[in-house]
């Protein structure tokens, strides 16, 4: 009997502390994506919300998981350094409503079909990758998430769908527009694109 | 038909040999030719703690038939929107989904000799095993094709291999980016990989071998009905993108390499 409740209370400590210290270690990088898009089809399944309080909450939602200054870092790549720190800044807001409104059309395409949650990869203490896969009638199409350890949390940092990452396509069309326009040229192009989906 | 067929093979085919020479010699000059563009494999930045230099895989895309190939873009642009779309969405609001994941498997099957084949050429023997037993499983149980039995029931699922991905798997460069009519992106070397699948392997063109009308309407049918299921990716391309141009070339080459590496 004494036993049995030593035993029982060691259980419940050894519980206590695990939990604990998933506590402090934040959320596992699966919970973390299952989260954030979970938080968008919930979003979007709203249907009593205008379109303006759906987009301030899709933003909100994006903002504490998205890894927005690392994504906009990488996209311009060497052109990062070249930019005044006015232009990064510019830049960090624009490319985040776009990538906002590119994944979103892209998970709300896809509202009614099954997402499965495949695996995670911890590469180290700062990276992981989860492998994601959407069931549709005709055929799965994987979308795998990069994220970095920020403080204590796991974040967003790349979106690569069926194998094509979105950072490295946005680099790769943007090193071409700066590199025959200018950058300041890019940021007007991407004030435009913003606008022309705004009103759409 | 034939004939036609296998010039046009050993055009692109020398071509491909040619273009090989320039994406060898391509890293050296790359950095002054507009030609070809790379992306910053070493972009470490200062200003934030974290370096993503471990993360940034380098693409090279080499693109010297860009003005033509826009033009091209362009022309598939419009024959998408005002053709192969409106089409498409005849299919959706006549077949029912249903409907039309049968005929996407059914031309799926139909097609198993060109994975087979190519996985087999790849060595990949437990890829090409799984193709065969696909083959026969949904055939049969499968109703012909109908239905994808072998996934549903027997959990084997589809993996796709064709000849430019053959080809990559051997080391063979992409060559140039090109965009085909109608058809779209492409690479020399995928261009090759598609008329080899398409004369060698592929059923329908030994079925229709002389009758190119015929043949084409087959084609035109399972890329309708492929259009049909899809969640509208290219118009989202298009919304989305600054130069919807640049941004499907390198997606067409980010996937390629993928499928092609495993």
């Not at chain 1, 506590?23 to 379109?51: C, R, Y």
């Not at chain 2, 130069?243 to 390499?257: E, G, K, V």
Request: hydrophobic fraction near 40%; include cysteine.
């Amino acid at each position: 009997m004494i036993v049995r409740n030593y035993i029982r209370s060691f259980v419940s400590i050894f519980i206590l502390t695990l939990s604990l210290n998933s506590l402090a270690d934040g959320a596992s990088p699966t919970s973390q994506v299952k989260s954030t898009v979970n938080g968008i089809l919930d979003v979007l399944s709203e249907k009593s919300l205008t379109t303006d309080a759906r987009r301030e909450k899709i933003h909100k939602l994006l903002n504490s998981r998205f890894y927005f200054r690392a994504m906009s870092q990488r996209t311009l790549a060497r052109n990062w350094k070249k930019a005044t720190t006015e232009q990064q800044k510019e830049f960090i807001g624009l490319f985040s409503d776009l990538l906002r409104n590119t994944y979103v059309g892209r998970i709300e395409a896809y509202t009614d079909q099954r997402i499965e949650y495949l695996r995670e990869k911890i590469k180290n203490a700062k990276r992981s990758i989860v492998y994601t896969q959407i069931v549709t009638s005709s055929a799965d199409i994987p979308i795998t998430y990069k994220l970095a350890k920020k403080g204590n949390e796991w974040l967003i940092y790349d979106v690569i769908i069926e194998k094509v990452s979105l950072i490295s396509n946005y680099r790769s069309s943007y090193a071409s527009i700066i590199k025959r326009e200018g950058m300041d040229h890019l940021l007007e192009k991407m004030k435009e694109k913003l606008k022309t989906a705004d009103a759409s | 038909m034939k004939l036609i067929r296998l010039i046009s093979c050993t055009l692109l085919i020398s071509t491909l040999s040619l273009t090989q020479k320039i994406s060898i010699a391509a890293p050296d000059v790359s950095a002054t030719t507009s030609n070809h563009f790379f992306l910053a494999k070493n972009a470490t930045p200062t200003e934030i703690e974290e370096d993503f230099s471990d993360d940034e895989d380098e693409i090279i895309v080499s693109d010297p038939f860009e003005s033509i190939n826009r033009k091209i873009f362009s022309f598939n642009d419009t024959a998408y929107v005002y053709i192969l779309k409106p089409i498409a969405r005849g299919f959706r609001a006549v077949i029912p989904e249903k409907g039309r994941v049968a005929v996407n498997n059914f031309f799926s099957n139909l097609l198993s000799p060109v994975r087979i084949a190519n996985a087999a050429m790849q060595l990949k023997g437990e890829d090409a095993t799984n193709e065969i037993v696909r083959l026969i499983v949904n055939s049969t149980l499968g109703l012909g094709g109908l239905f994808d039995v072998a996934k549903n029931d027997f959990k084997i699922k589809i993996k796709k291999e064709d000849f430019g991905q053959t080809l990559g798997h051997y080391k063979v460069a992409n060559g140039p980016y090109i965009v085909i009519p109608f058809l779209g992106p492409s690479t020399i070397r995928d261009g090759v990989g598609l008329l080899v699948d398409g004369t060698a392997f592929d059923p329908v063109s030994y079925i229709y071998d002389d009758e190119t009308g015929r043949y084409v309407l087959v084609k035109l049918i399972d890329i309708e009905n492929t259009i049909s299921l899809d969640q509208d990716t290219y118009e989202a391309i298009k919304k989305d993108s600054l130069d919807p141009y640049l941004f499907l070339r390198n997606s067409y080459i980010q996937h390629r390499a993928g499928v092609v590496e495993n």
